[in-house]
């Protein structure tokens, strides 16, 4: 049952998608959901703050780019197939960059459930998947998911995955203490640095406006 909801709360992602948007574009908002009970705004709101905080850490890039590791990417961070390099290749919509990331975030939110049924916290499901969004689900099977399975310190394990092509990333060492920082608040300080992050996703949708 855990599982269908918090997959359910993934659908919310539009409306704090319509909040963002229409502040900038002074359109009336328009609640696609209806969030009904106090189990689903929680779970909303669980959610909301990862996408938050994973979008305030990847650059919203509107057409196809080389990220640090070397893959081709666009929109939120989202990697490209090779027919999706095609597709997209005279770029794409913030809309559809959202409308990328939602299918992301989905998968991987499924996949750590899947990787970690030991997990019923739904702050650290979602900043497990916060944390694949960025590295892929490889640490499930290494030292960082079996800290995260027992539920011991995850620091030492979390704060090596700093390294892109054998060299230390600025970029990437201060996602992994951001990532440890939200591990380890309690359930209503995760709740609150939504905002923070949003203000930063703000800046960045603005942003990318102007440039298209």
Request: hydrophobic share 35%.
């Amino acid at each position: 049952m855990k599982k269908i909801t918090i997959l359910a709360a993934v659908g919310m992602l539009w409306f704090s998608y319509q909040k963002i948007h229409s502040s900038i574009s002074n359109e009336p908002m328009v609640e696609l959901f209806d969030i009904e009970t106090p189990e689903q705004r929680s779970l909303y709101n669980f959610y909301r703050t990862a996408e938050m905080f994973i979008k305030s850490q990847e650059a919203l890039v509107l057409k196809p780019y080389k990220c640090p590791g070397g893959e081709w990417t666009i929109g939120w961070g989202h990697v490209l197939t090779k027919q999706e390099r095609k597709m997209y290749k005279r770029g794409i919509t913030v809309e559809m960059a959202d409308e990328l990331f939602n299918e992301d975030f989905e998968r991987f939110i499924q996949q750590t459930q899947e990787r970690f049924p030991e997990l019923d916290d739904h702050k650290q499901i979602m900043i497990t998947s916060a944390i694949a969004f960025n590295l892929g689900h490889g640490f499930a099977n290494e030292r960082l998911g079996d800290a995260i399975k027992k539920g011991r310190n995850i620091k030492n394990y979390l704060l090596k995955y700093k390294f892109a092509k054998g060299r230390v990333l600025k970029g990437l060492k201060k996602r992994r203490e951001e990532e440890l920082k939200l591990w380890n608040l309690s359930d209503d300080e995760y709740l609150a640095s939504a905002d923070y992050y949003a203000n930063i996703v703000e800046q960045k949708i603005k942003q990318a406006y102007r440039r298209r």
